[in-house]
């Protein structure tokens, strides 16, 4: 009784800390939410796998709701739920029973129209007892948090394939993944990067520190200088707040200029993300991602007569359009963004797609 | 002798009377749908005794099938699903009239499937059309279905949608005021592109060139084993099509000039009824499997 008190008050309080945005940046999301699945599929009690589904489809959407820019929160929900179904499965089909009906699966899976009714197999999903499963689904939880405290050294492996001697990178943002990307393939490789200073928020300076003092040739420009460096580039390396399922991203204000200006100088736009930041939903209307935030970074409201004469916008993100894109450096892999479909595939279950 | 007898039987039921029956009946049901539906009739008619006539008779009724109407790609789509689908029943299942009844029944639950698909996309595209403000759909109209192009449109008007019929030569004019376009399919090949009523590739481009997105809602039975890799690669590509069926008629000859008239000998008259659009175009494609960039065509097919 006091486990479920305990885990009410634990999802309360990421429910609060998302709110409060006192929990930032995906990578931490992500695991936080991990974390706290991994507590609600062990102290709750359940015996059918379609009360534990619903269990964490229930709690997934109270986070989801609570931040709902932060899209890793609802990948992380649809992991664990997909997790859930292949447990089941492979449980299901070693006691060679008949798996589920993947409802969003193919419809034309023409051999499950077999004589056996589905009905039945919808009521054993519903009601068989598969407690036992708990171990299992725990220690895939596990392996996935697992996975999520080595995302950055998974992705920074893959850096020397891809930096060469001599060449110059250009960034936008602080993003921890390409800044330990950088810095990895800096202890073999001589390079140059050009950081852009990404106003209003200048995250583009602290990059530039950090890059500067692991010993990496940095150079810091004005956005409005993208367009004239990027011919100097050779390949520009980014992170993402967010990829899409059509391989579009959300990123750091001032991307889609970076992105924009490599297409025109046909330079590569290699993207660093790990796979908890690819969501299954597609961007049918782009400003709907975006976040406006307050424009005191913009101007400031001692600056003078102007400041109620003009609309001030600050958009916090960019959407930048796949078309733009050449790579996408996963944990698992460089791939094009014509290949999300099957990451996707593999990774969550249409089923939950809407939470 | 027996054997003769069952040919004689199964030749007694017509499958494109059989199949024309189906799409007269019932206006709503789409090309594969009546298919599978007439495949399945013939089933019921057919008495052959062993396994291989049994297929043999139906691939010569899908053939037949295929060869009565001029645009079979949609209807092919649906044929050789239910043939594929059979050709993996027959080898499950070891008594032959059970296999037959088994067919029988599988083969309604498939067209009941295949019926309730159309509104499962539904529910799908109600989310799509939600996220905009204000929706100006393009409506796709061919010359050469004049009649169609109005359907829609009143269709349209009766459900509370205003809508606007434009020239397909006006498509370049509209589309600013365009948001999105959406357009149906005969059918969606291998590699995400689209077959579908002539002038949907030009839409298509016309909306790629003013950045607008072009959304393809489809049934996942509509899928079809093609890889064109130009639009002269499709199967209806055939010299009958490639005239205008009434450019030498008498009718036609007297609304012209006398001068005009030596010139239309000249003419190399060409009258495709469908185009292909490769998939670049393509922004997304809706299915009752879910939404689907071109390239995610590849994983859901069967």
């Keep these: 009784m006091t486990g479920s008190r305990d885990l009410t008050a634990q999802i309360e309080s990421l429910i609060n800390r998302l709110r409060r945005r006192q929990v930032v940046g995906s990578w931490s999301v992500s695991l936080e939410t991990a974390l706290l699945f991994r507590q609600v599929v062990s102290v709750t009690r359940w015996s059918q796998v379609g009360t534990l589904i619903k269990l964490v489809k229930d709690v997934g959407r109270r986070l989801v709701m609570a931040q709902p820019r932060e899209l890793a929160v609802g990948n992380i929900v649809r992991r664990?739920?997909?997790?859930?179904?292949?447990?089941?499965?492979?449980?299901?089909?070693?006691?060679?029973?008949?798996?589920?009906?993947?409802?969003?699966?193919r419809l034309y899976e023409l051999q499950s129209y077999g004589g056996s009714n589905s009905f039945m197999e919808i009521l054993n999903f519903l009601t068989h007892s598969f407690s036992h499963l708990k171990p299992s689904i725990i220690s895939e939880l596990q392996e996935m948090i697992n996975e999520l405290e080595n995302m950055y050294v998974n992705i920074a492996d893959q850096a020397m394939e891809h930096i060469h001697s001599n060449e110059i990178i250009m960034t936008v943002g602080k993003s921890r993944t390409v800044e330990m990307f950088l810095k990895a393939a800096a202890k073999k490789r001589k390079f140059s990067v050009v950081v852009a200073e990404t106003s209003p928020t200048y995250l583009g300076h602290e990059m530039a520190l950090s890059l500067s003092q692991a010993g990496i040739d940095t150079t810091v420009i004005s956005d409005s200088a993208i367009f004239a460096v990027m011919s100097r580039v050779n390949k520009v390396i980014m992170g993402t707040h967010a990829v899409l399922a059509n391989g579009g991203?959300?990123?750091?204000?001032g991307a889609q200029m970076v992105a924009t200006a490599a297409k025109h100088h046909s330079t590569p736009v290699v993207v660093c993300t790990g796979l908890y930041k690819l969501s299954p939903l597609y961007p049918y209307d782009e400003d709907s991602f975006n976040d406006m935030v307050a424009p005191d970074s913009v101007m400031r409201f001692d600056e003078g007569d102007l400041i109620d004469k003009v609309t001030l916008i600050n958009p916090y993100y960019d959407y930048v359009s796949p078309e733009l894109v050449s790579l996408f450096i996963t944990n698992t892999?460089?791939?094009?963004?014509?290949?999300?479909?099957?990451?996707?595939?593999?990774?969550?279950?249409?089923?939950?797609?809407d939470i | 002798m027996s054997e003769e007898l069952s040919i004689n039987d199964t030749e007694q039921f017509d499958i494109v009377t059989c199949y024309q029956k189906f799409l007269k009946?019932?206006?709503?049901?789409?090309?594969?749908?009546?298919?599978?539906?007439?495949?399945?009739?013939?089933?019921?008619?057919?008495?052959?005794?062993?396994?291989?006539?049994?297929?043999?008779?139906l691939k010569d009724a899908s053939q037949k099938l295929k060869s009565s109407v001029r645009n079979s790609i949609s209807l092919s789509a649906g044929a050789d699903l239910f043939l594929r689908f059979v050709t993996r029943t027959s080898h499950d299942v070891t008594n032959f009239e059970a296999c037959k009844v088994h067919l029988i029944n599988s083969g309604k639950v498939l067209v009941e499937k295949a019926t309730a698909v159309r509104h499962k996309i539904a529910e799908i595209g109600t989310i799509l059309?939600?996220?905009?403000?204000?929706?100006?759909?393009?409506?796709?109209?061919?010359?050469?279905?004049?009649?169609?192009?109005?359907?829609?449109?009143?269709i349209l008007r009766k459900a509370g949608i205003p809508a606007t019929v434009i020239l397909d030569t006006a498509v370049g004019y509209i589309i600013d005021k365009v948001d999105a376009v959406f357009v149906g399919a005969e059918g969606v090949v291998e590699n995400g592109g689209l077959i579908n009523a002539i002038g949907t590739y030009q839409v298509a481009v016309v909306a790629k060139a003013a950045n607008k997105p072009?959304?393809?809602?489809?049934?996942?039975?509509?899928?079809?084993r093609l890889f064109p890799l130009n639009q002269y690669d499709l199967p209806t590509h055939t010299p009958d099509l490639l005239t205008f069926p009434d450019l030498e008629s008498p009718r036609y000859l007297s609304n012209n000039d006398e001068s005009e008239d030596d010139d239309v000998e000249n003419f190399e008259a060409s009258n495709p009824t469908v185009d292909y659009t490769p998939p670049?175009?393509?922004?997304?494609?809706?299915?009752?499997?879910?939404?689907l960039t071109p390239s995610g065509i590849l994983l859901k097919r069967q």
């Design chain 2, 25 to 57: 009946d019932s206006p709503d049901m789409s090309m594969p749908i009546a298919a599978i539906e007439s495949l399945v009739e013939l089933i019921k008619h057919s008495k052959a005794t062993t396994l291989s006539e049994f297929m043999e008779s």
């Design chain 2, 280 to 291: 670049d175009y393509i922004t997304l494609l809706c299915t009752d499997l879910g939404v």
């Design chain 2, 129 to 154: 059309i939600h996220s905009y403000s204000r929706v100006v759909m393009l409506l796709l109209q061919q010359a050469a279905a004049r009649k169609k192009r109005f359907k829609s449109t009143k």
């Design chain 1, 333 to 353: 892999g460089g791939h094009p963004p014509s290949y999300l479909y099957r990451l996707i595939d593999e990774n969550y279950d249409p089923e939950d797609t």
């Design chain 1, 80 to 105: 664990v739920l997909r997790l859930i179904r292949d447990v089941y499965n492979s449980e299901v089909s070693s006691n060679s029973v008949k798996s589920v009906p993947q409802k969003g699966g």
């Design chain 1, 249 to 253: 991203l959300i990123s750091v204000s």
């Design chain 2, 214 to 224: 072009l959304y393809a809602v489809i049934e996942s039975y509509k899928f079809v």
